[in-house]
């Protein structure tokens, strides 16, 4: 069965990988596409999987149910809720789930709640073959009269002049009395009560399938899934007063606790790079005042110790640059608005790297009109020399600089479809500085500079006689001299820095910085859930009792489903678990990343533990 359905998903257009899984019973399939695949075609490119695997459904064996497809893969549930309760039965437990489910899908901006660790209710019939055999019955004819007596069937209808009614067959099975009191035909025709010749009883699917434990309690988990468009922080608010409107109105000894928080998470990650943001503009801000507006005073002759008295600070040039940056960031984010772009790792770090690079031009348009009002110029003739020489040369820089972005929004793949914000806002920011810079910048030049010209206007007066700018000229003049040494020293740094790069440790997307650490055990093929189970729970346990964990969340038979996008799920097996440690800290979450594996290898040596971090991406 698996190897026709293979066959048939190789001829799907964009096929990459196709990994399977089979065993008694069941058959897993896993189809991704390529990177390069067009994001356009991946909803035909479905379809067409579809259309492919129902048409060759036909030559599979009898009996075969499915296939089934799970196109909800990718469905991310960002907030988990656990719903334990002392003395609760499953039954019960997942009676009151239902309700709360029915409560959170009424909150704005949630797409679906799924319910995970739910156990099934099942009505056993047990009976002795024995027994039965002495009575002149065997368990088939016992099974054949009770799928007869319970059968769903339309009884017709009745046709009066004005009304047509159905008529309804009655006998169903309504309560367990019903089933145990059905009268079961013998073999010499005596009826006997299904209860007086096998058990008949109410339990739970044995074994199960997923079992979900938190904080050594069992519980069912409610992932909730946020709508497409919605927004994470927003839908975080709702979800909180709603869990509180909820666990107010819940029976006594039921506790609703909330496992994973995405919002949170999302909202704490923005913040600390919108704090970053703020950093490095207040620090380009004093940088700007400082370069363009600092002069030493000509002819003082004050102490050392007062080196304040031996400078001034003209804040006109920097504020000129300030005043450019809060603009060019503004329309930057309404150009991202536009064009769909938003406010997230991606292109915050993008914003922190062009702020670097935006204040480039906004500072050469300025110092060059700084340097012809010194020489003479008036304020509108000194900005329009400095817009008809800088203009050009700026913009083929900001060009040349945008280019080696390039290659980031022209990459065909999956990472290259979560870095184009790299590429989009850092070229937008650029252009935007650049149309600021020649047009904004020289009109507010003439509004706020104020620079005496120099005494002497017959003598051009040279700027650049520092005893820096001339130890700098011979330096420029020793290499124009020494050419070819200059051009052999440039490519032997070159080559450093290649074989250099060689010993960086390579890694695109670095660990996430969320607390959280995963942890999978795993048994032998074919180890029963209930031995999984015993061996989870005394795990459990232990990490529960170490130092610094502020909560464990437990899936035994599976992996937890994904509550993080770049997650690597494990799929259900009997032979496997996987917990989620909450730390208190990232120092604590070093710390037991360190110490786990040799804690589970001496502790657990039954199982194969496997610890790791949340990826970035």
């Given at each position: 069965v698996t190897d026709k359905i293979e066959r048939t998903l190789q001829e799907v257009p964009y096929a990459d990988k196709i990994r399977s899984y089979s065993k008694p019973g069941e058959s897993l399939i896993i189809f991704q596409l390529k990177d390069q695949s067009p994001p356009g075609e991946v909803p035909q490119i479905w379809y067409t999987v579809r259309k492919k695997v129902g048409d060759m459904r036909a030559t599979l064996p009898q009996g075969v149910?499915?296939?089934?497809?799970?196109?909800?893969?990718?469905?991310?549930?960002?907030?988990?809720?656990?719903?334990?309760?002392e003395g609760f039965s499953p039954a019960e437990l997942k009676l009151e789930a239902d309700r709360v489910r029915q409560r959170l899908l009424r909150v704005p901006d949630v797409a679906k709640v799924e319910l995970f660790g739910v156990q099934d209710e099942k009505i056993y019939i047990e009976a002795s073959h024995r027994k039965l055999s002495q009575m002149g019955l065997d368990m088939g004819s016992v099974l054949a009269q009770l799928g007869q007596q319970n059968a769903v069937e339309s009884g017709g209808t009745v046709l009066t002049s004005e009304d047509t009614v159905q008529v309804r067959v009655a006998g169903q099975f309504r309560a367990l009395e019903d089933l145990r009191a059905m009268p079961i035909r013998a073999a010499s025709g005596n009826p006997l009560r299904l209860g007086d010749i096998a058990e008949v009883r109410r339990g739970y699917v044995d074994p199960p399938s997923v079992k979900v434990r938190h904080d050594g309690q069992e519980v069912i988990a409610l992932g909730v899934s946020?709508?497409?468009?919605?927004?994470?922080?927003?839908?975080?608010?709702?979800?909180?007063?709603?869990?509180?409107q909820i666990e107010a109105t819940l029976p006594a000894g039921l506790a609703l606790r909330q496992v994973q928080d995405q919002p949170r998470a999302v909202a704490q990650s923005v913040g600390e790079f919108v704090k970053v943001l703020i950093e490095a503009v207040v620090i380009v801000l004093a940088v700007s005042f400082l370069s363009l507006g600092l002069h030493k005073r000509p002819h003082t002759n004050v102490p050392l110790w007062q080196f304040w008295r031996r400078w001034v600070l003209d804040v006109r040039p920097g504020l000129v640059v300030g005043i450019t940056i809060p603009l060019v960031l503004a329309v930057t984010f309404l150009a991202m608005h536009y064009f769909g772009i938003g406010l997230h790792k991606i292109s915050l770090g993008s914003l922190i790297i062009a702020l670097g690079l935006l204040v480039d031009d906004a500072i050469i348009a300025v110092e060059m009109m700084v340097r012809k009002m010194e020489e003479g110029y008036d304020r509108v003739r000194a900005a329009t020399y400095a817009y008809e020489v800088t203009a050009m040369p700026m913009l083929t820089g900001t060009l040349i600089t945008a280019a080696g972005f390039l290659?980031?929004?022209?990459?065909?793949?999956v990472t290259g479809e979560y870095t184009f914000a790299i590429f989009a806002v850092t070229v937008v920011a650029l252009l935007l500085s650049w149309w600021v810079s020649v047009f904004f910048v020289p009109y507010l030049g003439t509004l706020l500079l104020r620079v005496k010209p120099h005494a002497d206007k017959n003598v051009e007066h040279e700027l650049f006689d520092s005893p820096f700018y001339v130890r700098f000229r011979?330096?420029?003049?020793?290499?124009?001299?020494?050419?070819?040494?200059t051009i052999g020293a440039t490519v032997l740094t070159f080559a450093l820095g290649i074989v250099g790069m060689g010993k960086v440790q390579q890694q695109f997307f670095p660990d996430s910085s969320r607390p959280e650490i995963l942890m999978d055990i795993w048994f032998p093929e074919g180890t029963a859930f209930s031995a999984n189970e015993e061996v989870t729970r005394q795990v459990e346990k232990r990490l529960m009792a170490e130092a610094g964990v502020t909560s464990v969340s437990t899936w035994v038979g599976s992996g937890v489903p994904r509550f993080y996008l770049p997650l690597d799920q494990v799929f259900p097996q009997s032979n496997v678990s996987q917990f989620i440690v909450m730390p208190k800290d990232l120092p604590t979450r070093e710390s037991l990343r360190k110490a786990?594996?040799?804690?589970?290898?001496?502790?657990?040596?039954?199982?194969?533990?496997?610890?790791?971090?949340?990826p970035n991406g």
């Open positions: 149910l499915g296939p089934f497809y799970n196109d909800e893969f990718g469905d991310v549930y960002g907030v988990i809720y656990a719903l334990s309760g946020m709508a497409k468009g919605g927004d994470i922080i927003t839908l975080g608010h709702a979800l909180q007063q709603a869990a509180q290659p980031i929004g022209i990459a065909r793949s011979r330096t420029v003049n020793w290499c124009v001299a020494h050419r070819w040494l786990l594996p040799a804690l589970m290898a001496q502790e657990f040596p039954e199982v194969r533990a496997r610890i790791k971090l949340l």
